[in-house]
């Protein structure tokens, strides 16, 4: 592992201090790329205006006409977390806004696949719809798409995927990535490409006289499911999205959010009042996303739609325990994937340029889980594949990828599809995550195909693993007001939590729960406590650690703990 300290502009830094910023924060804003003091603004009106959205207003037309003519509409959703408070955000801001018929249909994951499929739209028409809305999805769905319209359904999709060379013949297009779209915030995730339809929406409402400034909707409301899916779906947190990120922890701290939330909160054992980037992406996020690798989606939905409180409890309890079962299912999968991967080379060896790795006996609902583990592990673009428990598509394998900065992973996946025509049955993503279906026999020639394009692409510099850090942290920083500072801020996707790294002295060091490595450190000449979470090899007496900031409580004490990420030896 080679620790890398990020560039720190000092003019930046200076220009950031003068404004008011804390002299660390500011040290780690500009290391993040912050050039002035305006980017820290995260008031509502600093956010990116909706009339820049592509298709925004388009939208806006045609979701006014429908409200105006009490028409049916119906969101199409997906089963991760950005699409669960895609569609709840949906369904709670048109409803907000005066739509009296909205519903939403969920696929399957295993049934349905991916996306508004041609029997989905069959769906939403025999459901009484007029409107099909997606959310986090559509971009793909050509012939989805096309079967809607057949039906006389009129389409909406909203989206924020990368388009493939064909486009739906929707009637509206929304999404970021579409070409022609100038909307500065490419990474905008699909529950915040919904987020600003609605804002559109009121402003064309407010333009018809349904209501003025004063008495118009609150969709402010709405923030703290937005900030859980754009944290969840590991968007890049660009100024925009912090912002969304930001307002939406200020409300769920003030209490002001929704009741599935704040059980959900409950349920994983965190407090809304202190809530943090790391309680959305590793607290509540994943319990919403297992109901869709395991069971229905629908629960997570209904947990975010329900304004019952006893309700909310309810579901929030039951999301937790698919949560458990999904945790058991990705430790025995990662175990016998790792050992599948590292048969792959010879011990000692650097593992091959990119992974791919299938078992019969592998959940296609937590192939993604696993890829990021390998990939984290082994520090290589990684595939974990699944057979399909679609019915009559027994013959086929579900796929999951994870990438390494350096490798667009959805761009090489195009590239295997040109050169190997047929082997690819259905692809799509981003540059670090994607997925796609194979054929069962084809996976030796897909493993071989991406080997191939890694080969090209990556070289050893890539190839090396590296973590970007904070540098050294000064004595006087390490306290635990400052701690908690540091963790109200909203952190995440290309604006990375503080790591910082230096050379310490090991006092002590014991395994704890036969996993983890309890430290005794000696840091810049003052004794601290430290953890290495997953970690039992021991430590040199002196070692260049990279570490995060917490705070241990015990017995009404509060001290700073150094919880390691790596080691450069």
Known sequence: MKLVVRDTPPRIVWALEQAGVHPLLARLYAARGVQSPEELDDGLTRLLPPAGLKGAHEAAVLLADAITADQKMCIVADYDCDGATACAVGVRGLRLLGARHVSYIVPDRVVDGYGLTPPIARRVKDSGADVLITVDNGIASVDGVAAANELGLQVLVTDHHLPGAELPLADVIVNPNQPGCTFESKSIAGVGVMFYVLLALRAELRQRGMFDACNQPRLD???????????ADVVRLDPNNRRLVAQGLKRARAGALPPGLASLFVASGRAARTATTFDFGFALGPRINAAGRLADMTLGIECLLTDDAARADELARTLDGINRERREIEGDMREQALALAE????????PPPALCVFDPDFHEGVVGIVASRL??????????????????????????????????????????AKRHPGVLLRFGGHAMAAGCTIAEDRFGVFEQALA?????????????????????????????????????????QGFAAPTFSEEVEVISQRLVGEAHLALK?????????????????????????????????????RRVRFVVEAAEI
């Open 221 to 231: 409301a709405l923030l703290p499911l937005v900030a859980l899916g754009t944290v």
């Open 452 to 492: 191939d394009v890694a080969r090209e692409w990556l070289d050893a510099a890539t190839l090396t693993r590296r973590l970007d850090t904070d540098g050294a942290l000064q004595p006087e920083y390490r306290r635990a007001d400052l701690v908690d500072t540091l963790h109200r801020e909203v952190w995440g």
């Open 375 to 416: 990939k984290d592990r082994l520090h290589r673009p990684t595939f974990v594949f699944a057979p399909s428990r679609a019915p009559g598509r027994e013959h086929e394998l579900k796929g999951s990828g994870r990438s390494i900065p350096g490798f667009h992973l959805r761009d090489a996946l195009d590239l295997v």
């Open 343 to 350: 048969s792959l080379f010879h011990a000692g060896a650097e």
């Open 521 to 557: 450190l000696k840091h810049q000449g003052q004794p601290v406590d430290g953890i290495w979470f997953g970690h039992t090899a021991m430590l040199p007496a002196k070692v260049k650690l990279a570490f995060r900031l917490d705070v241990d409580e015990w017995q009404g004490a």
